[in-house]
C-alpha cells in the first residue's frame, strides 16, 4: 500500500543538496540533482551503512563504508545486476515535498550509464 509523506518545503533543498526524513521508522534521503529530485532508502543494501554523507558524483552516490556506488535516480550500482537501493518517488506539489512510500520491493536493475 502507499501513502503520500510532506517530506518538507521546496525551497529547502536547493540544486545539489539533500536532505535526511525519517517516516515510519525508515531513514530517506532525499536529493536535488540539477533539480530533479530523487529519494532513497537511508541504507547501504550491502552492510546497511548510512548513505546520507556518501560522495555525490552527479546521480551517483559513494558509499562511505565500502566504496559501493548506486545511481540515486534509479537505485542501481553501474553495470548489469548488482545491488540496488530502495528507491522513492518524489515530486514537488506546490511548494512541498511529497513522498511516496511503498511496501513493495525494490526492482531488479538492469545496465545503467556509470
Same mark, same amino acid.
Given at each position: 500500500?502507499?501513502?503520500?509523506? /510532506?517530506?518538507?518545503?521546496?525551497?529547502?533543498?536547493?540544486?545539489?543538496q539533500r536532505k535526511?526524513?525519517?517516516?515510519?521508522?525508515?531513514?530517506?534521503?532525499?536529493?536535488?540533482?540539477?533539480?530533479?529530485?530523487? *529519494?532513497?532508502?537511508?541504507?547501504?543494501?550491502? #552492510?546497511? *551503512?548510512?548513505?546520507?554523507g556518501g560522495q555525490?558524483?552527479?546521480?551517483?552516490?559513494?558509499? /562511505?563504508?565500502?566504496?559501493?556506488?548506486?545511481?540515486?535516480?534509479?537505485?542501481?550500482?553501474?553495470?548489469?545486476?548488482?545491488?540496488?537501493?530502495?528507491?522513492? /518517488?518524489?515530486? #514537488?506539489? *506546490?511548494?512541498?515535498?511529497?513522498?511516496?512510500?511503498?511496501?513493495? /520491493?525494490?526492482?531488479?536493475?538492469?545496465?545503467?550509464?556509470?
Amino acid at each position: 500500500m502507499s501513502c503520500q509523506i /510532506p517530506a518538507g518545503s521546496a525551497d529547502e533543498l536547493a540544486p545539489g543538496q539533500r536532505k535526511l526524513v525519517f517516516v515510519d521508522g525508515r531513514s530517506i534521503v532525499v536529493f536535488n540533482i540539477e533539480g530533479a529530485l530523487c *529519494a532513497v532508502e537511508n541504507s547501504c543494501p550491502h #552492510n546497511g *551503512a548510512s548513505l546520507a554523507g556518501g560522495q555525490l558524483e552527479g546521480r551517483m552516490i559513494r558509499c /562511505p563504508a565500502h566504496g559501493l556506488r548506486f545511481d540515486v535516480a534509479t537505485g542501481c550500482m553501474p553495470g548489469k545486476g548488482g545491488l540496488s537501493l530502495t528507491t522513492f /518517488p518524489i515530486q #514537488n506539489i *506546490a511548494g512541498t515535498l511529497e513522498l511516496t512510500v511503498d511496501d513493495a /520491493p525494490a526492482g531488479p536493475c538492469h545496465t545503467q550509464p556509470g
